[in-house]
């Protein structure tokens, strides 16, 4: 059963055997312009797979009814006989995305988005309260954005306020139980994840400003949190007694979904821009960097993100392009050029510089060779975003899956192995969502 491999590490929750009487686990994966539900067997193969896309430019005010909207749609979609056999099912949303509720889950303030940046005047505040570091120290955590919502739209005549994330709000509509989280998404809240509490530092901030919210419920990504609603398996013919468990957000998601699970193997994202993670024996938070550690077990996965990426490339080529050009480089040859690819001023990872200037400079006449100049330069910050992880404490990278639009680039993919020195090839699967319906598979 499931992916073989010759280093299992058996405290990862990947690695856990799938109960053989179990019958489908769905995933649900929420992103920012659309939604995917994938259900799985119990040999972990695809049975059904949905998708719906959200209409464009959205006001705040609707997104709460487009995503449930959605929900339903997704789960319509995938045929009754398959609904009939699923006894798990778990969700994942971007990260940072909150909004405060009443007790019974309406939403009680506007949706700060997880790229929302309106709370930076009170990043200085934060500064001063948490530990050095810490990743709650920036104008998008979820910490920040609570700090912000509770000075614009708290109302003293209902204290019943609580603090949800989206994959938090979606997982309520399920299981009804209001206020419950998982660690991946409330480490931006501050959440302490080595002793999974909240730490005193969070308490005496909000007790000091007399901010008065309820702070989600925080268990383990993949927890049993209840059977699914009455109302809900009736209406959608899904078992009565299917569990509904915590869910992810939607990076950690994808890493699941790749089959990267030892230490030291890793996951890039070659989508707009370039993310990459890796699984570490040990944490690493650098906020010079926007380096931070998600708990995976007993395990981290220490990640950076660069503006570096696709988006550059589809500023000089069209898609088609891209796909052609690439089959006349030749990947065993490394370019001349020397490119530090942005569509604007500024980078945090891996070098720490708001001011650094884009250098597309100088384009040859020749689009093969522009083109591999390009791809050469962003693996090249690839390997130094991996290299810096490495120097900061993380376990050294031995093996990276690829997903995003990039992966099925394979004159790119062998630029990158040579550039990295190590194997790389495509994550066994692209979407979100299949790491989140493991993860509900292997729920306990």
Known sequence: MGIAHPTLLLKHPLNKVANKFMSVALGIDFGTSGARAIAINAQRQIIAETNVVFPANIPAGSLTSIWS??????????????????????????????????????????????????????????????????????????????????????????????????????GYLFHRKIGISDYHNALKLGYDVVNLCYPQWLLDLLSKERYRVNLPQVLAPGTIVGKIAQDFSTHFRIPKDCQICTGTTDSIAAFLASGAKSVGEAVTSLGSTLVIKLLSHHPVED??????????????LVGGASNTGGAVLKKYFSSEELKNLSQEINPDLESDLDYYPLLKPGDRFPYNDPN?????????????EFLHGLLESIARIEAKGYELLTQLGATPVTCVYTSGGGADNSAWTKIRSRQLQIPVTKSLYPEAAYGTALLAMLSS
């Open 69 to 170: 909207k959605s929900l339903f749609i997704l789960i319509k979609q995938i045929p009754e006989d398959i609904r009939r056999q699923i006894t798990r099912i778990s969700i994942n949303g971007t990260s940072s995305t909150v909004f405060l509720c009443n007790d019974q889950g309406g939403h009680r303030s506007t949706i700060l988005l997880y790229n929302d940046d309106r709370a930076k005047e009170i990043v200085p505040h934060i500064r001063q309260q948490a530990p050095e570091n810490h990743p709650v120290i920036s104008a998008t955590s979820s910490l920040a954005k609570l700090l912000w919502l509770f000075r614009n739209y708290l109302d003293d005549d209902d204290p019943t306020y609580y603090l949800l994330h989206q994959a938090d709000w979606l």
């Open 356 to 368: 650094l200037l884009p250098k597309i400079t100088p384009i040859p006449d020749n689009k093969v």
């Open 287 to 300: 906020t010079r960097y926007g380096i931070y550690s998600h708990r995976l077990g007993d395990l981290w």
